[in-house]
C-alpha cells in the first residue's frame, strides 16, 4: 500500500486547508486510515481516524470541533478538513493505513497499530 498525502502549506491563523492522503496498491488490505501530527521538538501525537466500511470517525481532543475527518471510497482518498486554524497546530502530518481489523470498540489511536505510511506535509500557521 502507497499513501500520498499533499495539501499541506502556510496559512494565517484562523484559516483553514484540506489536506488529502490517496492510497494505492493492495487497499484492500486494510480497514482504517489515521493522520497524526509531529510539531518541532515534539512526538508525533494522533489526530484522527476513519473507518473504510462504515465510516466511523474519531477526533483527537485538541482538534474536535475543528478538523473533521473524511472519506471517498471511489478515489481510495482520506481527508482532513482544517478549520480554525492556529500556530498550535503547525506541524509535518502524516497519514497511515491500518491493516488491523474493525470490530466494535476498536480505536485506531496509536501509531503501533498502522502499518503504512505517507511521506508527511508541513502545515505551517502563522500568527
Known amino acids: 500500500v502507497q499513501l500520498q498525502a499533499s495539501g499541506g502549506g502556510l496559512v494565517q491563523a484562523w484559516g483553514s486547508l484540506r489536506l488529502s492522503c490517496a492510497a494505492s496498491?493492495?487497499?484492500?488490505?486494510?480497514?482504517?486510515m489515521g493522520w497524526f501530527r509531529q510539531a518541532p521538538g515534539k512526538e508525533r501525537e494522533f489526530v484522527a481516524w476513519?473507518?473504510?466500511?462504515?465510516?466511523?470517525?474519531f477526533h483527537a481532543d485538541s482538534v474536535k470541533g475543528r478538523f473533521a475527518i473524511s472519506r471517498d471510497n471511489a478515489r481510495n482518498t482520506v481527508y482532513m478538513h482544517m478549520n480554525s486554524l492556529t500556530p498550535e497546530d503547525t506541524a509535518v502530518y502524516y497519514c497511515?493505513?491500518?491493516?488491523?481489523?474493525?470490530?466494535?470498540?476498536?480505536?485506531?489511536?496509536?501509531?503501533?497499530?498502522?502499518?503504512?505510511w505517507g511521506q508527511g506535509t508541513l502545515v505551517t500557521v502563522s500568527s
Open positions: 496498491g493492495r487497499t484492500f488490505s486494510t480497514y482504517a
Open positions: 497511515a493505513a491500518s491493516g488491523q481489523p474493525y470490530y466494535s470498540g476498536t480505536y485506531y489511536h496509536k501509531e503501533t497499530q498502522y502499518d503504512y
Open positions: 476513519l473507518e473504510w466500511s462504515d465510516g466511523s470517525t
